[in-house]
Each structure stands twice: as structure tokens, then as C-alpha cells.
């Protein structure tokens, strides 16, 4: 694996905290758990998208493009970074929007996310109805753009396709090392999955240095079976891209999907549970839609004996907090 081979830009700050939990360890009586802080990559509030971006702006800004494209949930953090990193770069991001989650009122639609997308510069072209095929929206969208002229670069929901997973087998690469300068053993990694390409580049990433930490993807929208599918076929493409022979073993890929509750951005008894866990004992904030049932996840695994005392779990905190606001009636409640 040589990710200097591929175009990257600078876009955050890393390498991003690995911290210990010493309290919410304590709290649960072990294992010790830690926390890998991308949420604060920096980059307008910081989330996971940032890594992926390095190298997908860097793509664009090679074939030339002069508009960023893509689109996400009314909350998307995605929408939100990609704005942000195009602002940076000097260009326009036009983004579409999904109604995806309809049941939190005027802050959900306009406060959080939102309002930063309009502040960073974005435009957002369409706000559609739930269940619209926003890929092919994008896809229309874009040919429309280029029979103007333009050239834009289409980045998928969440920035997950394989030059974006490249940025999980740089985070990867970051956690190895961060762990022989901290003398840390990683026994687990666990973390939120959604457009899978978080987990699919650290899975792309830890089997490419043959390093056989276990990666847990906690589901925040996807059946089990489903969401280990998209994850394993998205990480064999990037294992592709690296140029890693062989095909990945499907045992490495493995998903929860239990903590779902109702769906997609739905809050839940476990992950409010947390969210305020985390903000109350360690002064962290986690997200309602993906963070926060992520470690809802691991904290219910843990009650019930999933790891050993003496193991060392690293939590990547993918960041999201910014969606806090679009959830202000479920605080109040
Ligand atoms: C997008 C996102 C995730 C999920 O990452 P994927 O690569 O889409 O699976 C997790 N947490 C937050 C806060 C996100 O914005």
C-alpha cells in the first residue's frame, strides 16, 4: 500500500487525537476504550468526510472541474465538509438535498448542517422528497451543468466510492502508527457505518498491512447482511485501486445492524443514552445520527460481555455534532 501515489490535498488536521476514555472505562468496568478524534479534523466543524475529501477534491481539481457536486440527507455532515473543502479550493458546490428524516420540524430543516452548508457558500439546487434515487438526480443534474459548459465533479453520498475510501486506509495507516508510538496494542476498532466507506477503508487498509485488527461497523441504516455486502464489495475496489493482490476474505468485514431503531436519523433510547454519557463524563459530543448509535452500540456490547477487560477498543468518533442542532425538540423533550 503507497498512498503518496494518489493525488491528495490538505484539508484537515491530522493526525486526528487517539485518547483514552478513562472515565466511561471506568464507568463500564472495562475494557479500555479509547477514542480516535476525527472529529476533529478541523475542517468547518470537523467529521469523517474530511479524509475521503483529500482525495476526492484532489481528483476533481486534476480532471478540472470548475463546479463540486453531491448530495445527502437534509443533515448530511458529507454536504456540509464537501462544501467546505470546495470553499477552500475557490469552488462553487452545488448540492442536493433528501427530506429523508421529516419528523423534527423547522430546526431539522434549516438549523444545523443546513445552516452551515449556506454559510460556507453551497447552494443547495433541490431540497427532494424521501426515497428520491439522489444518485441519478445527481447524475441529471450534472448533465445539465455540462450541456452549459461546465465540468463538474460528482462526488457520491458520503464520498463513498474507492478514491474516497482511500482516505480510511490513510486513517488505517495513522492508527498503526500512532499505536507503536503509544506502545498501544488495538485489540477492536468500532465505529458508525453508513455509505460504507469509512469501514471500507480501514478493512482496505489494516488486511493491505496485514495488521488483523478486527473492525466492528455499527449500522445506522442498513440491514446486517446488506451493510456487510456494500462494505466488502467497496473495500475489494479499493483494495483494486491500492493495487492489493488477492481478494479480501468476507470474514474481515463485519456489521451490527441492532442499533438502528425506527431508521435512518430516528433517534433511539441508547444513542440519547450516549450522547449524554459522553457530554456528561468525558465532555465529548457525539451525533444523533451516526456517532451517537455507534457508541450506543459499543456500550451495549460491552454491558453484555462482547470484549475482553483487558482489551483495548478504539472508538473512531466520526464527528456530527453539528447535526445536534437540527435535533434541538428531541433535547427538550
Ligand atoms: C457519514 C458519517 C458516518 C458514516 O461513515 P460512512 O463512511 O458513510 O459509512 C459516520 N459518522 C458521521 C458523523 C458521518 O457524517
Same mark, same amino acid.
Given at each position: 500500500?503507497?498512498?503518496?501515489?494518489?493525488?491528495?490535498?490538505?484539508?484537515?488536521?491530522?493526525?486526528?487525537?487517539?485518547?483514552?476514555?478513562?472515565?466511561?472505562?471506568?464507568?463500564?468496568?472495562?475494557?479500555?476504550?479509547?477514542?480516535?478524534?476525527?472529529?476533529?479534523?478541523?475542517?468547518?466543524?470537523?467529521?469523517?468526510?474530511?479524509?475521503?475529501?483529500?482525495?476526492?477534491?484532489?481528483?476533481?481539481?486534476?480532471?478540472?472541474?470548475?463546479?463540486?457536486?453531491?448530495?445527502?440527507?437534509?443533515?448530511?455532515?458529507?454536504?456540509?465538509?464537501?462544501?467546505?473543502?470546495? $470553499?477552500?479550493?475557490?469552488?462553487?458546490?452545488?448540492?442536493?438535498?433528501?427530506?429523508?428524516?421529516?419528523?423534527?420540524?423547522? #430546526?431539522?430543516?434549516?438549523?444545523?448542517?443546513?445552516?452551515?452548508?449556506?454559510?460556507?457558500?453551497?447552494?443547495?439546487?433541490?431540497?427532494?422528497?424521501?426515497?428520491?434515487?439522489?444518485?441519478?438526480?445527481? +447524475?441529471?443534474?450534472?448533465?445539465?451543468?455540462?450541456?452549459?459548459?461546465?465540468?463538474?465533479?460528482?462526488?457520491?453520498?458520503?464520498?463513498?466510492?474507492?478514491?474516497?475510501?482511500?482516505?480510511? $486506509?490513510?486513517?488505517?495507516?495513522?492508527?498503526?502508527?500512532?499505536?507503536?508510538?503509544?506502545?498501544?496494542?488495538?485489540?477492536?476498532?468500532?465505529?458508525?457505518?453508513?455509505?460504507?466507506?469509512?469501514?471500507?477503508?480501514?478493512?482496505?487498509?489494516?488486511?493491505?498491512?496485514?495488521?488483523?485488527?478486527?473492525?466492528?461497523?455499527?449500522?445506522?441504516?442498513?440491514?446486517?447482511?446488506?451493510?456487510?455486502?456494500?462494505?466488502?464489495?467497496?473495500?475489494?475496489?479499493?483494495?483494486?485501486?491500492?493495487?492489493?493482490?488477492?481478494?479480501?476474505?468476507? +470474514?474481515?468485514?463485519?456489521?451490527?445492524?441492532?442499533?438502528?431503531?425506527?431508521?435512518?436519523?430516528?433517534?433511539?433510547?441508547?444513542?440519547?443514552?450516549?450522547?449524554?454519557?459522553?457530554?456528561?463524563?468525558?465532555?465529548?459530543?457525539?451525533?444523533?445520527?451516526?456517532?451517537?448509535?455507534?457508541?450506543?452500540?459499543?456500550? #451495549?456490547?460491552?454491558?453484555?460481555?462482547?470484549?475482553?477487560? #483487558? #482489551?483495548?477498543?478504539?472508538?473512531?468518533?466520526?464527528?456530527?455534532?453539528?447535526?445536534?442542532?437540527?435535533?434541538?425538540?428531541?433535547?427538550?423533550?
Amino acid at each position: 500500500m503507497h498512498l503518496a501515489r494518489f493525488p491528495r490535498l490538505s484539508l484537515g488536521h491530522f493526525p486526528t487525537p487517539l485518547e483514552p476514555l478513562e472515565n466511561l472505562s471506568k464507568l463500564l468496568g472495562g475494557p479500555k476504550i479509547w477514542i480516535k478524534r476525527d472529529d476533529a479534523t478541523g475542517l468547518a466543524t470537523g467529521g469523517n468526510k474530511t479524509r475521503k475529501l483529500e482525495f476526492l477534491l484532489a481528483d476533481g481539481l486534476q480532471k478540472k472541474a470548475d463546479i463540486i457536486i453531491t448530495q445527502g440527507a437534509t443533515q448530511s455532515n458529507h454536504v456540509r465538509q464537501t462544501i467546505a473543502g470546495a $470553499a477552500k479550493l475557490g469552488l462553487k458546490a452545488k448540492v442536493l438535498l433528501e427530506k429523508r428524516v421529516t419528523d423534527f420540524g423547522e #430546526d431539522y430543516q434549516r438549523s444545523g448542517n443546513v445552516q452551515l452548508d449556506l454559510l460556507l457558500g453551497g447552494e443547495i439546487v433541490a431540497h427532494l422528497p424521501g426515497g428520491t434515487d439522489m444518485q441519478q438526480a445527481m +447524475e441529471e443534474y450534472a448533465a445539465e451543468l455540462r450541456e452549459q459548459g461546465h465540468n463538474p465533479y460528482v462526488i457520491p453520498g458520503g464520498g463513498s466510492n474507492a478514491i474516497g475510501a482511500l482516505g480510511y $486506509a490513510a486513517c488505517a495507516e495513522e492508527l498503526l502508527y500512532q499505536s507503536s508510538q503509544q506502545r498501544l496494542r488495538i485489540d477492536h476498532v468500532v465505529h458508525a457505518t453508513g455509505s460504507t466507506g469509512t469501514q471500507a477503508g480501514l478493512v482496505a487498509g489494516f488486511t493491505a498491512t496485514n495488521s488483523h485488527i478486527p473492525v466492528l461497523g455499527i449500522s445506522v441504516r442498513a440491514p446486517k447482511a446488506k451493510q456487510e455486502e456494500n462494505v466488502w464489495n467497496l473495500a475489494s475496489r479499493t483494495r483494486e485501486l491500492l493495487g492489493v493482490p488477492g481478494d479480501l476474505p468476507r +470474514e474481515t468485514v463485519v456489521a451490527n445492524s441492532d442499533y438502528v431503531g425506527d431508521g435512518y436519523g430516528l433517534p433511539t433510547e441508547s444513542m440519547l443514552e450516549a450522547l449524554h454519557l459522553l457530554a456528561q463524563h468525558e465532555g465529548i459530543l457525539l451525533d444523533p445520527v451516526y456517532s451517537g448509535k455507534g457508541m450506543a452500540g459499543l456500550i #451495549d456490547l460491552i454491558r453484555k460481555g462482547h470484549f475482553r477487560k #483487558d #482489551d483495548n477498543v478504539v472508538f473512531i468518533h466520526t464527528g456530527g455534532s453539528a447535526g445536534l442542532f437540527g435535533y434541538r425538540q428531541v433535547f427538550e423533550k
